[in-house]
């Protein structure tokens, strides 16, 4: 009986601690962590990746020697002398030291390439999550603020509603008030869906390893950061994993070119045998070379060529699209940054101030429910911009990351 108590308790301990852990809240760290570990995309490119490798240790290693054996019956020119006859010939390729040199050079160049196109996956992915992270910390925003909207508005209409019925005011007025109260919880509506659709899509990002009632750790916050374009360009143009796949992919150009240009080269084959011929045994070795007599590679060397060239100018477009992405990224980041100084230097405080003196001159019928209403709606915009604008500024800051290659 005690043993079953103790499994009863253990188990009771063990199931709180793993409903504990789903429910605690998720970082914008630890939920792209789980995107680099979870994502299909990242997990494929991986796989690529090991292929390259393995094609590279295959183009390092050696060909196979060649068996032949023989078989046959030898029979003298007068038909005197009947003898059968065997043999065996082992040959072995010589591959010419330079061009098999190029040959894994080529491969490594698509191996290394891979590898840079896997950092550009996972600055895609990075940036998506914090997009989608940034997105539902703003709904989250916004619902509450709609919330209290909401619960404002119903207060109201309960007020009005009462002294319509009383004869104090219109009727026009608490039907207004109704009205307003449909299209807030409209609105109140859309943020919910939009932010269930959000969570999906993070979780989603995350290779579906988030619970489906999962919560974000953190808030949208605002740090004013003034980066410097120079030092933005220098960090973009000396190590975007772009610019590092497509450095690769010149480089594994150039070793193809030398690769063709040394098959122009003869490899050598060496070979040892020995035959049991009709008057006896013959042994030795052998050597052959190809001539590259109808193909010189010619036209193979003119389009490696071309690909090189094509390539060249891939990068030069690559660097000024760089350029100009990060020039752009910086300028909105700088714009949004500039539009959250104008809230804090008086806007919200101003907000704030306008509807408290709307609800005092309502109260004493200085102004129509209509002014009250816009005062009020006029003051939750201004809020609403307000989130708009520091969510916009952490989106920027992702998106520059992004194009530079790196964290700032």
Known sequence: MKK??????????????????????????KIIDLGLKNNPSLSAQIQEIEAKKSAHRASKALTNPRFEYQKGKASSYDQTIHR??????????????????????????????????????KLEIIYEIKKSFYKILLLKKKRGLTQKKLESIRQTFRLIKKRAELGEVKELESIKLYVETLKTEKEL???????????????KQAGNSLPSDFRLEGELSYTP???SEKSLLHKALSS??????????????????HYLQWQRFPDFNLSGFVKEQLHGQNKGLGISVDIPLWNFKSSEIEEAKRYLRKHKKEMEALKLDLITEVKSKLKHLRLS????????KGL?????????????????????????L?????????????????????????ALEKVVGGSL
């Open 240 to 257: 975007h994993p772009l610019l590092k796949e497509k450095e690769q992919r010149m480089k594994r150009a150039q070793s193809r070119i």
């Open 189 to 203: 509506d859309q943020i919910r869906t939009d932010l269930e659709l959000t969570k999906e899509k993070l979780n």
């Open 374 to 398: 816009d005062s009020q709606r006029t003051h939750y915009e201004i809020l609403d911009d307000y989130q708009d604008s520091i969510y916009a500024w952490n989106k920027n800051k992702a």
């Open 337 to 344: 940054a500039q539009t959250i100084e104008l809230f804090h």
């Open 84 to 121: 059968n006859t065997q043999g065996f010939i082992i040959r072995q390729e010589l591959e010419n030291p330079f061009k098999k040199h190029y040959w894994a050079r080529l491969h490594k160049n698509d191996w290394e390439a891979a590898q840079s196109h896997l950092h550009h996956l």
């Open 225 to 227: 950061f003034h980066p």
């Open 4 to 29: 079953r108590s103790s499994l009863f308790v253990l188990f009771l301990l063990f199931s709180s601690l793993l409903y504990s852990a789903e429910k605690n809240p998720y970082s914008l760290s």
């Open 348 to 372: 919200l405080k101003q907000a704030k101030e306008s509807l408290t003196i709307a609800e005092v001159s309502y109260k004493h019928g200085e102004i129509s429910l209509m002014d009250y």
